[in-house]
């Protein structure tokens, strides 16, 4: 989700998870190994493409072979590949130290290489850099930053004759009337756990971060909790979104894939998500119309905050089997050529400045939330060790199954912050 973290999250992420995020699918572009060919494992299904051909081109001669996955399949096969030696040279990396793939996590134990020496790594905003780094080195050449709202499909929504909400009592006002004209507001594809965070992070942002922007570093030096917090005010938030109707019938039998398909035919008005699905949702419809929008949590709009953050990048393996073509590649995603195809390809927005990139007309609220500072981190990024995340994620599932209770996912929380790195 995805998706660190709302106040962490506006940094990327999609995806950004939360937590960055795609479906399923595997690619190939060539056979075999040698100088000229490179192995990567990518979670960026339906931009990644392009980069490839891109690359290829401006290096005659050159293959890359390479897998795209879901982010949930993904975390769990990487670490396994990076610990018996069959990783792939080049690697989807996320921010910060929310999951399984993270860059504290995977460069802790070695399994990165440092890439602090690339001429890209000093020119990233401090924002950015703080989350592709580990103890002060570079590793994640991170090209995107991501935010997570409520996109939404315009023609639908023109055609039940209703307006993006930016209260929270219009929101519900939204969803009942959208589900009284038998099409719901937003789709929800709760089978993959990483989704379940994204509607979780969009309304934290604002109840949590709003009015305590020091929230992480309370958290940190143990003068917060979850459970003490407005965290449960954002999971009642959206639990009462559930039960109003906000969403299509069985979110949890809903897949991301399927998730996706119900937003773009217009089948729910829309889907809240990371800005990366409208390039799957305009693939799906290409004639549609797709603009995020920030998802209120109180009646005063003013106050509405948006998870921003830095989006999944890519690392290089320490022991890629050819680490010239690995560097070669992740310098090419850095460049304004790569970067721009990726973020255009996306719908995001690029993390180096003077790229030359013109932002697509679906991302304005979410560009000006971020010049004036109405953004906050995804979540997951500055937390302290991987299973906080997934302990929400199993969690958020079981509360939508009857399995849990708020209270006790944000105990289990707390119990996984307070255990650190």
């Known amino acids: ?241 559930e039960k109003t109707g906000c969403f299509q019938k069985n979110p949890l039998g809903t897949n991301y894939e399927a998730s996706q398909a119900l937003a773009a035919t217009g089948k729910t008005l829309g889907i809240i998500q990371g800005n990366w699905v409208i390039a799957l949702l305009k693939g799906k419809n290409p004639q549609g119309t797709f603009t995020l929008k920030a998802l209120p949590a109180t009646d005063d709009p003013s106050q509405t905050l948006i998870p921003a953050a830095a989006g999944a990048g890519y690392g290089v393996n320490a022991k890629a089997k050819n680490k010239e073509l690995a560097l070669k590649f992740v310098n090419f995603v850095m460049s304004p050529e790569g970067m721009n195809l990726f973020v255009q390809k996306q719908g995001g927005l690029p993390s180096l400045p003077d790229t030359g990139y013109a932002a697509d007309p679906s991302l304005a609220e979410l560009s000006k939330f971020i010049t004036s500072n109405r953004t906050v981190p995804f979540m997951d990024q500055l937390w302290p060790n991987a299973k906080v995340q997934q302990t929400m994620l199993s969690g958020l599932q079981e509360i939508f199954s009857g399995q849990s209770t708020p209270d006790k996912l944000l105990d289990e929380m707390d119990t996984d912050y307070k255990a650190g790195s």
């Open 1 to 241: 989700m995805k998706t660190r973290k709302l106040p962490v999250l506006i940094a990327a992420l999609t995806a950004g998870a939360l937590l960055a995020a795609c479906s399923g699918g595997t690619k190939a572009g060539g056979s075999g190994g040698g100088s000229k060919t490179l192995t990567m494992a990518s979670v960026d299904q339906g931009s990644v493409e392009d980069v490839v051909k891109a690359f290829e081109k401006a290096n005659p001669g050159v293959k890359v072979r390479y897998t795209t996955s879901g982010a949930d399949q993904y975390q769990q096969q990487i670490r396994t590949q990076l610990s018996s030696g069959t990783a792939p040279d080049v690697m989807s990396v996320w921010p910060g130290n929310g999951n399984p793939a993270a860059t504290h996590v995977l460069a802790e134990p070695g399994y990165l290489r440092d890439l602090s020496d690339q001429p890209w790594a000093t020119k990233m905003p401090d924002a950015i850099k703080s989350v592709a780094q580990y103890e002060g080195k570079t590793y994640n050449a991170i090209f995107g930053q991501n935010g997570i709202g409520a996109v939404y499909n315009q023609q639908a929504v023109a055609k039940a004759g209703l307006t993006p909400p930016d209260t929270w009592t219009d929101l519900l006002a939204f969803c009942k009337a959208a589900k009284a004209k038998g099409t719901p507001a937003f789709a929800l594809g709760n089978q993959d756990n990483w989704v379940t965070q994204l509607v979780l992070y969009a309304l934290v942002a604002t109840t949590v971060y709003g009015p305590d922007r020091d929230f992480d570093q309370k958290m940190q030096s143990g003068q917060a909790t979850f459970a003490k917090s407005q965290w449960t005010t954002a999971l009642d938030k959206y639990l009462t979104m």
